[in-house]
């Protein structure tokens, strides 16, 4: 299945090349979800997400010849993404931490997964914007080491290392927030 | 085997990263060290947000690529089709360029001098097809040179 899409996706890519405007729009329909979701799990935002994500596709069809085949359409999709979320985060200056009150606290029953996903969302802020693509990279959209090393244009020997302390990072931060339900 | 807890060799063991061997050996201590085992189920059981798709995303990127394609200086497509077109007629030039050499090359001298005093004298003596080959006529002979 995997390797059908692959190459699914090169052949869209050269159709596209090859000047079928329509070929480049399966690509969008394909990943936007997981575009957004690699963007929104870097900026905490999906309105910020949605202008990332749609970014990504602009410049993937601006620049469809700068793909050159050694990864997957995928992954280079994904470093684009990731490479504008950081951009736009460094922009923005706030590359270490979204401040917390950035989030928007839930309205769910405490212990409900919309708050789960809130304590997520907390934790996931304190870590370094880095940290962050890559676990994202990795937990939701199952990237390989390697398409983690080429998005975050990260030494191949690093990626355990630093996905391992975001790891721990995120489970002491998730481990305190456990005893305190967050009230503002 | 050391304690793991802090060691990336358990992220990328969850990872599927590592060599058989090393594989092997960090299964064995997980399954043998209560705190490892923690640390694996903590990390797989991570509820990371989802993200639905949206349809309405492909309407909005086809509003905004017919934006930025209607800019000045347009994407990297039209160039590419510009110099697909300009690649395109490659073969025409060379093929234009290879008949009026011929052209030329068919012509005696004698016959361009003739058609270059009928043009200068009489334009209306000047033969069919002679146009062609007018340019390359009035191009000074070298008796005419300094
Ligand atoms: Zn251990």
Redesign the interface.
């Known amino acids: 299945m995997l390797g059908f899409l692959m190459d699914a996706d090169r052949d869209a890519l050269a159709r596209y090349l090859d000047g079928d405007e329509k070929a480049f729009e399966e690509l969008v329909v394909r990943y936007e979800a997981s575009v957004r979701r690699v963007a929104s799990g870097i900026v905490h935002d999906h309105a910020l997400a949605e202008d990332i994500a749609q970014e990504t596709f602009l410049t993937a069809y601006e620049k469809a010849g700068s793909y050159r085949g050694d990864g997957t359409v995928r992954s280079w999709l994904m470093s684009i993404a990731v490479r504008r979320a950081l951009d736009e985060l460094r922009r923005r200056s706030r590359q270490a931490a979204i401040p917390l009150t950035e989030l928007n606290e839930p309205t769910g029953t405490p212990h409900s997964p919309l708050e789960a996903s809130w304590e997520l969302r907390r934790a996931l802020a304190l870590l370094t914007a880095d940290s962050r693509a890559a676990l994202v990279l990795r937990e939701i959209e199952g990237s390989t080491y390697r398409e983690i090393a080429d998005a975050l244009r990260w030494p191949m020997g690093t990626v355990a290392t630093k996905l391992h302390r975001a790891r721990m990072e995120l489970r002491c931060v998730l481990a305190e927030t456990k005893d305190a339900v967050p009230k503002n | 085997m050391q304690c793991l ?8 063991w969850m ?1 599927g ?1 590592l060599e058989p061997g090393a594989a092997s050996d960090v299964a064995a201590h997980v399954e043998a060290c209560a705190e490892c085992a923690d ?1 694996v189920d ?2 797989r059981s ?9 349809p309405g ?2 309407v ?3 509003e ?2 017919s934006a ?1 394609t209607s800019e000045p200086l347009a ?3 039209t160039c ?2 510009w110099k ?1 077109l300009a690649f395109g007629l490659v073969p025409l030039a060379a093929a234009m360029l290879v008949a009026a050499i011929l052209v030329v090359s068919s012509t005696d001298g004698d016959a361009i001098q003739q058609i270059e005093l009928e043009a200068l004298g009489d334009p209306v003596a000047l033969e069919a097809g002679a146009e062609s080959v007018l340019t390359i006529a009035i191009e000074p002979f070298p008796d005419e040179l300094p």
């Open positions: 807890k802090t060691d990336s060799r358990l992220s990328a990872d990263e640390f903590a990390c991570v509820p990371l947000p989802d993200v639905e798709p949206d995303f492909i909005r990127f086809r905004a690529r930025r994407g990297y497509l590419l089709k697909k």
